[in-house]
């Protein structure tokens, strides 16, 4: 079975910096792009950022300058380094990969179960 496992959410206060972690485990063929959304109380899931196979990169305007998508295609994990973090930020961080799971089957998306962050003092 598939899986996506994310770590690394928790509070912090303005200013402060998090790193999250996703990780894809089960029998995969291979993984295209990764990324991360958000998803605040009230409002719509939104892309945060995403990262291509060969490391090209995608950020939403709000966490440009502030938020550091990389992945390890070794382990295919990806992280989410989350530097002058501001209350707005806080949301719960959902993992997303395009993943092939066997060469005869399509791509699909799949996502992790998610992680929450607090930008709180």
């Known amino acids: 079975q598939v899986q996506l496992v994310e770590s690394g959410g928790g509070l912090v206060q303005p200013g402060g910096s998090l790193r999250l972690s996703c990780a894809a485990s089960?029998?995969?063929?291979?993984?295209?792009?990764m990324g991360w959304y958000r998803q605040a109380p009230g409002k719509q899931r939104e892309l945060v950022a995403t990262v291509t196979r060969g490391g090209n990169t995608n950020y939403a305007d709000s966490v440009k300058g502030r938020f550091t998508i990389s992945r390890d295609n070794a382990k295919n994990t990806v992280y989410l380094q989350m530097n002058s973090l501001k209350p707005e930020d806080t949301a719960v961080y959902y993992c997303?990969?395009?993943?092939?799971?066997?060469?005869?089957?399509?791509?699909?998306?799949?996502w992790g179960q998610g992680t929450q962050v607090t930008v709180s003092s």
């Open positions: 997303n990969a395009d993943m092939q799971v066997k060469a005869w089957l399509a791509r699909k998306d799949y």
């Open positions: 089960g029998s995969i063929f291979s993984i295209n792009a």
